[in-house]
């Protein structure tokens, strides 16, 4: 028997290439956590660039000083933005650890008094069922209550630490004008220390993927901030007209969370949560939550297809996948980061995956 070495020559260079792709991914998401205020000053420059480019065109200004002009109007809105939600956050997140032991005890109450209820006797449930029931809804809410207070603590020892939070938006800020004002400098440095050859490619890959994951991103990012906004309105509304709001600001943020989870939205968390107030007798408050969720949900409706655009072109169980793999890899943010790293995998490997992964790899026409 001959073997074709020439083929698997091929094969195995492809494979080499794959595996390098994967691990080159792999790693520099790990060092863009590392590398989070540059990475979070790169994005901000590519939102700023239009109105960068606008100042230059329309006041022939030069780069610097239409950079500068933009980057201090921002700055002042961030500043303003995160004085405002930390000293809130600070302050909703502080009595909500020191009303969790209550809430707690509020929840076991009202799930005894659905297990003791007479609706559940008629079912003529075995009582060993009943109580392990009990058991495991008591021991479930324990956890999240310990999950719960351990992250707000840690979420509000960040939160008071200055030092921190200072040399972050220092390096931020740094990062984000140098970033702005010498972008071509930046770019003619990378052409000079590469191969050309290498240039082209990258560059190649890179303003695709800049272009579909930004186009993703934006859409995302502009639909999160429009429900987290008519959220966090209406709910200040509820609490100035004296419905049960302690936490309008952490309530809006987690909102804010769950919608912006591919597949989920908004009603996962609204529509059990105007449930639960129905059920404790808040009918008033159930049926506001309810109104609000609806007119998120049609505000949604009316501007998604204008600013999503195309779709990604990703079936459901591909982005619910890569939302678990994420999770289980990097914990919660890795709910946001797979769908981004199946969004640049999809991107790079299209020609392998519109003919077929293993086909690409292994036919024998493969070039």
């Not at 201090?72 to 956050?89: A, K, Q, Y």
């Not at 060993?128 to 707000?152: G, R």
């Amino acid at each position: 028997m001959v073997i074709d070495m020439n083929y698997w020559t091929k094969v195995f260079r492809k494979l080499i290439i794959l595996i390098i792709s994967l691990i080159g991914i792999y790693l520099s998401f790990k060092l863009a956590f590392f590398y989070m205020p540059f990475l979070i000053a790169f994005i901000i420059s590519l939102l700023l660039e239009p109105a960068i480019r606008f100042l230059m065109r329309k006041c022939n200004l030069n780069r610097k000083i239409s950079s500068i002009i933009v980057i201090i109007i921002v700055i002042g809105i961030i500043l303003g933005l995160l004085i405002w939600i930390i000293s809130t956050l600070i302050s909703e997140g502080s009595n909500l650890l020191d009303n969790l032991g209550t809430y707690f005890t509020n929840a076991s109450t009202l799930i005894q008094n659905f297990i003791n209820g007479e609706n559940l006797k008629r079912l003529n449930i075995p009582d060993s069922v009943i109580i392990a029931i009990e058991n495991s809804t008591t021991e479930l809410l324990n956890t999240v209550t310990i999950w719960l207070n351990e992250f707000l603590q840690k979420a509000l020892e960040w939160l008071t630490s200055i030092p921190t939070i200072g040399v972050y938006l220092v390096v931020t800020f740094l990062s984000l004008y140098f970033i702005c004002t010498d972008k071509v400098y930046m770019i003619d440095q990378i052409e000079h220390h590469l191969p050309e050859i290498w240039v082209k490619k990258l560059y190649k890959h890179l303003k695709e993927i800049i272009k579909v994951l930004g186009n993703y991103l934006k859409a995302e990012a502009i639909l999160v901030l429009v429900s987290f906004i008519i959220s966090l309105i209406g709910l200040y509304i509820f609490k100035f007209a004296g419905l049960n709001i302690s936490y309008p600001l952490l309530y809006a943020i987690g909102i804010g969370f769950v919608d912006a989870l591919p597949i989920f939205g908004s009603g996962t968390v609204m529509i059990p949560w105007a449930i639960i107030s129905a059920c404790n007798g808040n009918l008033t408050l159930a049926i506001c939550i309810l109104i609000l969720w609806i007119i998120m949900s049609v505000v949604r409706q009316f501007i998604e297809p204008r600013i999503v655009g195309n779709h990604i072109g990703i079936h459901p169980i591909f982005t619910l996948i890569a939302m678990y793999t994420g999770f289980k890899l990097s914990g919660v943010i890795g709910l946001f980061i797979g769908p981004i790293i199946l969004i640049i995998l999809k991107n790079i490997f299209s020609s392998l995956l519109d003919k077929g992964v293993m086909k690409s790899i292994f036919s024998r026409d493969y070039s």
